[in-house]
């Protein structure tokens, strides 16, 4: 590129430390042409396509390099084979990325799906069974448990429950101060 003069010259556009960790994340830290890790050498990220040829920074498009590989290679591409075998990696890296966001997507909601059934047995043990919790006493409850734990709330709830009646009476105190004072207490 020195001998080319400036006006013919690519202007390249500066690869954020977000994209050029991704691409070291993704590539292990390791230089993949010739294999040596950090922090043994220095590592940079060298695009598949040369921006001279119109290479473009996108993570399809860029691996990591040690600093002598990537000055040495200049703005030679790769191999067909050898691009396509980084594109099939990192294509599988995706995919493999897009099936561990689901799992967790799906865990996620198996985990509020959980919070609502506990916040609905506690709901049951508070109240008669053809009452149900407000959403502002479904927020109370949720809060709560995440303060002191299922258990803990549930037996304090039949605690609450047995001293908010009276001979079938309800005690003019609240079920959540009733709560509150049994779990606290």
């Not at 042409?33 to 993570?59: F, M, Q, S, W």
């Not at 067909?80 to 493999?96: D, F, N, P, V």
Request: with cysteine; hydrophobic share 30%; aromatic share 6%.
């Amino acid at each position: 590129m020195a001998d080319e003069p400036k006006k013919n010259r690519v202007k390249r556009k500066p690869i954020s430390k977000a994209l050029r960790f991704e691409v070291f994340k993704r590539d292990c830290f390791t230089c993949q042409y010739c294999g040596r890790k950090a922090p043994d050498v220095i590592l940079e990220v060298d695009h598949i396509k040369p921006v001279a040829e119109g290479g473009k920074n996108t993570l399809l498009n860029l691996i990591t390099s040690c600093k002598d590989c990537n000055r040495g290679k200049g703005k030679r591409l790769l191999t067909e084979k050898q691009t396509l075998e980084k594109e099939r990696k990192q294509l599988e890296e995706a995919q493999e990325r897009r099936e561990q966001l689901q799992m967790m997507m799906q865990w996620h909601d198996e985990l509020l799906k959980i919070e609502d059934e506990e916040i609905d047995y506690i709901g049951k043990t508070l109240l008669d069974e053809e009452l149900c919790l407000t959403e502002s006493g479904r927020r109370i409850v949720r809060k709560t448990i995440k303060q002191f734990g299922f258990e803990p709330v549930l037996t304090a709830a039949k605690i609450a429950k047995d001293q908010y009646e009276d001979n079938g009476e309800r005690l003019k105190k609240t079920w959540r101060h009733c709560l509150q004072q049994n779990v606290q207490g």
